[in-house]
C-alpha cells in the first residue's frame, strides 16, 4: 500500500451519468493533487489542493469538480462526461510545497 | 516544444543487460529530478530522486543528471523480469512537477 487509497479501482459511466472519485491519504500530507493519465501522454496535472484550499486549475473543464474537505480526503466529482475523457485519473499527494508525490493506485474511468 | 521529452519505446532487454532511459528538458529552472516506476494496473511510485546535477545511485540503479545538456538518464543494471514496467521521469521548478510520457520496458527472462 502506498498509503494513499483511491476508490473506486474502476468506473463506467455514461455520458449522462453523475459520480464521483475519492482519494484518501495516510500520509499527514497537507497537499494533494488529481491527475489525469491518457495513453502515451504525460501525465496532466488536474487540480492542486494546499492546506485545503485550491490552489491550481490547471484550465480543466467544469464537467470535472474537485473538492477537498480536509487534508486527508479529496473527491473529483464527475458530470456529463465525454468519451475523450476515459482515462486512468490518479490522485497523489506530498508536503505542501515539497517535490516528492506520492501516488494512489488510480480509478481507470471508460465513459460510454 | 514540450517541457519535457522521453522516447515511450516500448524497451525490450533480455534478463541482466543495462536497461539506459533517458528525458530531455527545456525549462533551466528545473532543480529536483526524479524517476519514477509504474506497473501495470498501478500509480507511478518514486524511484530516485536528484537534486541538482550529479550521480545517484541506489542498489542496481543509478540517476543521472546534467543540467547543462537538460539531459537526465536512468540506468538499471543486471535487469530483472520484475523490472518489466513503464518509467516516468519527473522535474520540479517552483514545486510543480512535470512529467515525460513515460517509457515501457520489458526484461525478457
Known amino acids: 500500500e502506498t498509503g494513499v487509497t483511491q476508490t473506486p479501482r474502476h468506473l463506467v459511466m455514461g455520458m449522462t451519468n453523475k459520480k464521483s472519485l475519492k482519494c484518501e491519504q495516510h500520509l499527514g500530507h497537507n497537499a494533494m493533487y488529481w491527475y489525469k493519465q491518457s495513453a502515451k501522454k504525460p501525465l496532466e496535472l488536474m487540480f492542486v489542493?494546499?492546506?485545503?484550499?485550491?490552489?491550481e486549475n490547471n484550465s480543466v473543464p467544469s464537467r470535472f469538480s474537485p473538492e477537498c474537505p480536509n487534508s486527508s480526503h479529496l473527491f473529483l466529482h464527475l458530470h456529463t462526461l465525454q468519451p475523450e475523457d476515459s482515462a486512468l485519473y490518479l490522485c497523489?499527494?506530498?508536503?505542501?510545497?515539497?517535490?516528492?508525490?506520492?501516488f494512489g493506485q488510480g480509478t481507470r474511468l471508460t465513459v460510454v | 516544444q514540450k517541457e519535457v521529452e522521453q522516447d515511450p519505446g516500448p524497451l525490450s532487454v533480455p534478463e541482466g543487460a543495462i536497461v539506459s532511459l533517458n528525458c530531455t528538458y527545456s525549462n533551466s529552472a528545473f532543480q529536483y529530478f526524479m524517476w519514477y516506476r509504474q506497473y501495470s494496473r498501478k500509480g507511478p511510485e518514486l524511484l530516485m530522486y536528484?537534486?541538482?546535477?550529479g550521480n545517484k545511485e541506489d542498489g542496481r540503479f543509478t540517476a543521472q543528471v546534467d543540467k547543462s545538456s537538460k539531459y537526465i538518464s536512468l540506468f538499471i543494471r543486471d535487469s530483472q523480469p520484475s523490472d518489466s514496467a513503464t518509467y516516468l521521469c519527473a522535474m520540479s521548478a517552483d514545486y510543480k512537477l512535470s512529467f515525460g510520457a513515460g517509457t515501457t520496458v520489458t526484461v525478457r527472462a
Open positions: 489542493y494546499n492546506f485545503k484550499e485550491q490552489t
Open positions: 536528484t537534486y541538482s546535477s
Open positions: 497523489a499527494s506530498s508536503q505542501a510545497g515539497g517535490t516528492e508525490a506520492f
